[in-house]
């Protein structure tokens, strides 16, 4: 592990060693609840007109409009359609049907008169105010044409995506698989959240975060295992991650310079890059090829794995997601800050309701509990040694 890249070079090392899988997205179908979040694989066209009739706009009378051209008009109410099932009766010459909003126009009828501008007494109604040929009328169609696209390529499916493929009488809907990962945490001393400490021990923290922080930037966790400091345990562990799916692999810990450093054992024989970035925390780094599969390696320390995929994986895979970027913004600091002179700092904050930010924590690799209180991370540049409170910083949201 000699010399130190930067946080850049290693991010663009990773960016190219993940681009094939922007190539190789298969597409699957899913019902419509279960595909927010998908990106639409090819365009959609709407089977229907929408709406898929003429409707009323509004609650009130449907009518001729040259009958009340001139006002007021006083007509017999012949009828009344509801938005039901059915076609209604055709509007006879000099009379109105009473309407309600989303109820089929009759036929005869071009305008509908709100219930606002008539008053009724005895089945008679009054209009009080003329309408065009028109007025609110919704005619089929005029939302989209049947055939006309739907939703385009590419689409990031929402709420309200969702609601137009159910209103064209979709229930499902193709969409770009999600990138498949593999998540292994090493280290004999993890044990599984919640089992009992023995000496030594600590609970695997690690892999329940970077599961999480997957599926956040839309992709899918297909294997996750954790493993002792053993290389032909590590070696299956690979093997099974490769069986269940996995396009890319990240581990934890392992990759640093002491003894019992089986992701570096493993992966240094096969060609790997075994090295650090000038970086706090979060310097030792590894990248690989497994059997073809793209392995990322990170530190165990949990606060230097997280930050690890926040910045140098996270934006792949929001990016094949079609998420948009994690948000970046310039803030003044609360306090002063002291760095080291050729690593860039990533430090754990706090926005202020103020536009400032505040520290949270120091920087040390295994504060947890800092960085849970934080909600960005502030950025010091490698050739900063000192901000003081009032200086502009970036920050990237967590």
């Given at each position: 592990m000699t010399g130190r890249i930067t946080v850049e070079e290693h991010a663009q090392g990773i960016a190219a060693m993940l681009a094939p899988l922007r190539e190789r997205r298969g597409v699957e179908t899913l019902p419509l609840l279960d595909a927010r979040g998908r990106l639409v694989a090819s365009s959609i066209p709407?089977?229907?007109?929408l709406p898929p009739f003429r409707n009323s706009q509004m609650d009130g009378f449907a009518v001729r409009a040259a009958e009340v051209a001139e006002v007021p008009a006083s007509l017999p109410i012949v009828g009344e359609v509801a938005a039901a099932p059915g076609e209604p009766p055709a509007l006879a010459?000099?009379?109105?049907?009473?309407?309600?909003?989303?109820?089929?126009?009759?036929?005869?009828?071009?305008?509908?008169?709100?219930?606002?501008?008539?008053?009724?007494?005895?089945?008679?109604?009054?209009?009080?105010r003329s309408r065009a040929a028109g007025a609110f009328v919704r005619e089929a169609g005029?939302?989209?044409?049947?055939?006309?696209?739907?939703?385009?390529?590419?689409?990031?499916l929402e709420?309200?995506?969702?609601?137009?493929?159910?209103?064209?009488?979709?229930?499902?809907?193709e969409v770009q698989q999600r990138v498949r990962v593999a998540v292994i945490s090493t280290g004999s001393e993890l044990v599984a959240p919640g089992q009992p400490l023995g000496a030594g021990e600590i609970p695997d923290s690690n892999g329940v975060a970077l599961q999480a922080a997957v599926v956040a930037t839309g992709a899918d966790v297909v294997f996750a295992s954790r493993v002792r400091d053993d290389v032909e345990r590590l070696r299956a562990a690979f093997d099974d991650a490769i069986a269940a799916g996995a396009e890319v692999?990240?581990?934890?810990?392992?990759?640093?310079?002491?003894?019992?450093?089986?992701?570096?054992?493993?992966?240094?024989p096969l060609g790997a890059w075994v090295g650090a970035v000038a970086m706090q925390p979060g310097g030792p780094q590894a990248t690989a090829h497994y059997r073809g599969l793209p392995v990322i390696g990170f530190p165990g320390n949990p606060v230097s794995s997280q930050l690890s995929f926040?910045?140098?994986?996270?934006?792949?895979?929001?990016?094949?997601?079609g998420l948009p970027p994690a948000a970046r913004e310039q803030r003044r600091l609360a306090a002063s800050v002291t760095s080291i002179l050729g690593r860039r700092q990533y430090l754990r904050g706090r926005r202020l309701p103020d536009g400032r930010v505040e520290l949270v924590g120091g920087p040390g690799s295994?504060?947890?509990?800092?960085?849970?209180?934080?909600?960005?991370?502030?950025?010091?540049?490698?050739?900063?040694?000192?901000?003081a409170a009032g200086d502009l910083v970036e920050v990237l949201g967590l």
């Open positions: 709407s089977p229907i007109d010459p000099g009379t109105v049907t009473r309407i309600m909003t989303g109820a089929p126009i009759p036929a005869g009828a071009d305008a509908v008169v709100p219930v606002e501008d008539t008053t009724v007494d005895a089945g008679t109604v009054t209009i009080l005029s939302d989209l044409a049947a055939g006309a696209v739907l939703l385009g390529d590419g689409v990031l709420s309200r995506h969702l609601a137009a493929l159910a209103a064209s009488g979709l229930t499902e809907v692999l990240l581990t934890s810990g392992g990759v640093s310079m002491g003894e019992h450093e089986v992701v570096r054992e493993l992966l240094e926040a910045l140098f994986v996270a934006p792949v895979l929001r990016e094949i997601a295994h504060l947890v509990a800092a960085l849970a209180a934080a909600d960005v991370l502030v950025s010091v540049p490698d050739a900063v040694v000192e901000l």
